[in-house]
């Protein structure tokens, strides 16, 4: 049990900053946190590994010989007579109960550093997606992105996210607007459930971690598009807005493809 | 007791395993690459996903903490963290608030931090006061809740005065308490207890000796917050919680529940609450910048490992209550 106690939190942060240092190294620690907060954390969990592995090699020793019992022999309750002769300063639950706690705290730590180990990084899925609402959120520099549209520069509108496109769409449903204006984007795929024939291209914007992943979509009116691609597959896709063919839906304009080209998930999937 | 004896083998031992414990943890990780995770479901792959999110996300900030308590407890001098206190109750805990600018650590570092105040004499009212003030009054925190809002709508600056507040009143109240130690776990308390013995190692070797403890402490707490918020943000609607944020009693309901639920540290919560900012009354957002440092569950794991259950319930109490005045007044003056 002592040793339990001892090793369990230099063998988790170990191995976790260990983990998080190959997150980094191939590009998937954007799948969790800003890449903003890199930096800090590569140089935070690099201290943590060195700091563990110094543990290993002296750390025992140390411990051996270096706290003398507790001079306090005061009332500690029932287990009076279990830990304080031998007191090295490990915390150590004072009753079954805690004891029992302790051992099951280390046992779902070594389940959750197994899944980190052997479980791939992954993405969040269309379960957030519902869980959020597609465009709830603020969709940061919608002015800017609106100014930007405005100049009429080809290169300006091809190199619009998701993000910015759903920004201008809140701006203005003039269709006059989008006339000539290309739209290229990439996203997977959500069907939309209240407008059949209809899915959005949605990304994920991050502005701290995963934790506050918002979804951002522009809806693509192509009706039958549940044959031709699986809900979250990635797709590219190439067109124009367009005032929506189908006068029942909620959406006045849609984006109407000229071709949706099936993608890899890109590098980064979320968008900072 | 028995001096040690060690064979000088032992660390290159030592090293050796760690390196090869390392090294298969690493390759296991590497030779899975790229594979999908088609074993789960979206859901279950969702929470882990979160939930290592909150893991990874914090973590840096429970290294940074530690790394300051070692500093604190054995290579600071003994008095400096008393000279500068006034002699007054209310003017210390008052300074004591103010430790933050110095010591710029998140919520969750800030527990290592304010167990390694006790360890070294501070009282448990003060040491709170402390743990609760320094991840809202620490620079870090304040430059980034300035560059995602400014000073618009009073968000930073009932943030700040929010926090030295509820701190204070905490540290007063806990200051009441005929036996303060008691508020403690009875584990924790122990190891306060502990005094060296005549061997004494370097400091090298007692530095590297308490990251040991502190992170053994620490990273279960960690984890199983990590994990529980994980579950909690797929099981409550997000969606839900943004429908109530134009009332002003209930927006800051809203934002309180979902400070606590989704467990992020104090240095990086305003760009997370940014882009609810359109949706969401000012007080609102200051009820989230002032409630999620102090109280979240990833906050009451690591807290756990220090005070009992009991301490945990009135604090909780007391900030929530606190907060809700706080936030509804706000949104009423704004």
Redesign the interface.
């Known amino acids: 049990m002592r040793n339990l106690?001892?090793?369990?939190?230099?063998?988790?942060?170990?191995?976790?900053?260990?983990?998080?240092l190959?997150?980094w190294l191939?590009g998937q620690?954007s799948?969790?946190?800003?890449p903003r907060?890199n930096l800090?954390?590569v140089?935070?969990?690099s201290?943590?590994?060195v700091?563990?592995?110094?543990?290993?090699?002296?750390?025992?020793?140390?411990?051996?010989?270096?706290?003398?019992p507790?001079?306090?022999h005061g009332d500690?309750?029932q287990d009076h007579n279990h830990?304080?002769d031998d007191?090295?300063?490990?915390?150590?639950?004072?009753n079954s109960l805690?004891r029992v706690a302790?051992v099951s705290?280390?046992v779902?730590?070594a389940i959750?550093?197994v899944?980190?180990?052997?479980?791939?990084?992954?993405?969040?899925?269309?379960?957030?997606v519902e869980?959020?609402?597609i465009n709830?959120?603020?969709l940061g520099d919608i002015q800017g992105a609106f100014a930007s549209a405005q100049s009429g520069e080809e290169a300006t509108f091809l190199a619009f996210t998701v993000r910015e496109w759903a920004g201008i769409l809140r701006q203005t449903q003039d269709p006059a607007f989008y006339q000539g204006k290309p739209v290229d984007v990439v996203g997977f795929v959500v069907a939309d459930r209240d407008n059949p024939g209809t899915f959005f291209v949605t990304r994920f914007?991050v502005?701290?971690?995963?934790?506050?992943a918002?979804p951002v979509g522009v809806p693509v009116y192509e009706p039958g598009f549940e044959q031709q691609f699986a809900p979250e597959s990635w797709v590219r896709v190439v067109g124009e807005f367009v005032i929506n063919p189908d006068p029942s839906s909620s959406h006045p304009l849609v984006l109407r493809p000229f071709e949706i080209i099936p993608t890899e998930q890109p590098r980064d999937p979320y968008l900072f | 007791m028995q001096p040690a004896r060690t064979s000088p083998l032992r660390p290159l031992l030592g090293l050796f395993l760690g390196l090869a414990g390392l090294g298969i943890i690493l390759g296991g990780r590497v030779s899975t690459g790229d594979q999908t995770a088609d074993a789960l479901t979206d859901t279950s792959q969702d929470v882990l996903t979160l939930a290592f999110s909150v893991l990874i996300e914090s973590l840096p900030f429970i290294i940074l903490g530690i790394t300051l308590s070692i500093l604190v407890q054995i290579w600071l001098p003994d008095q400096l963290l008393f000279r500068i206190l006034p002699k007054n109750a209310f003017g210390r805990r008052a300074v004591i608030s103010m430790l933050g600018m110095f010591l710029p650590v998140c919520e969750c570092g800030n527990v290592p931090l304010a167990r390694g105040l006790v360890s070294k004499g501070y009282t448990v009212s003060d040491s709170m006061t402390f743990l609760l003030a320094a991840p809202i009054l620490n620079p870090v925190t304040i430059i980034t809740t300035h560059q995602a809002f400014g000073f618009d709508d009073g968000i930073l600056v009932a943030r700040l005065i929010g926090g030295f507040l509820i701190a204070n009143l905490l540290g007063w109240l806990f200051s009441l308490h005929p036996q303060p130690m008691s508020l403690l776990t009875p584990a924790f308390e122990k190891s306060c207890a502990v005094v060296p013995s005549g061997i004494q190692p370097t400091k090298v070797q007692r530095s590297v000796d308490l990251f040991v403890r502190e992170s053994s402490v620490l990273m279960p707490a960690l984890i199983i917050g990590s994990l529980v918020a994980g579950l909690i943000q797929v099981g409550v609607s997000r969606d839900t919680l943004v429908q109530l944020g134009s009332d002003p009693l209930w927006s800051v309901v809203a934002m309180m529940i979902l400070a606590f639920v989704i467990s992020i540290c104090a240095n990086v919560d305003a760009f997370f609450i940014l882009p609810f900012a359109t949706t969401f009354l000012p007080g609102s957002i200051a009820a989230f910048l002032i409630l999620g440092p102090i109280i979240d569950i990833k906050m009451l794991a690591l807290l756990r490992t220090t005070y009992r259950t009991g301490t945990l319930i009135q604090i909780s109490t007391v900030v929530v209550l606190m907060t809700a005045a706080i936030g509804t007044a706000v949104n009423l003056v704004a």
């Open positions: 106690q001892y090793w369990r939190g230099v063998v988790l942060i170990g191995a976790i900053s260990g983990l998080i190959v997150f191939s620690l799948f969790y946190i800003h907060y800090f954390t140089v935070m969990t201290i943590a590994v700091l563990s592995l110094m543990a290993v090699v002296i750390s025992s020793k140390v411990r051996k010989k270096t706290m003398a507790v001079l306090d500690h309750g830990d304080h007191n090295d300063g490990v915390e150590i639950p004072t805690g302790a705290a280390a779902v730590s959750a550093l899944a980190l180990v052997i479980l791939p990084p992954a993405t969040l899925s269309t379960v957030t869980n959020r609402a709830r959120a603020s914007v502005s701290c971690c995963a934790v506050d918002q």
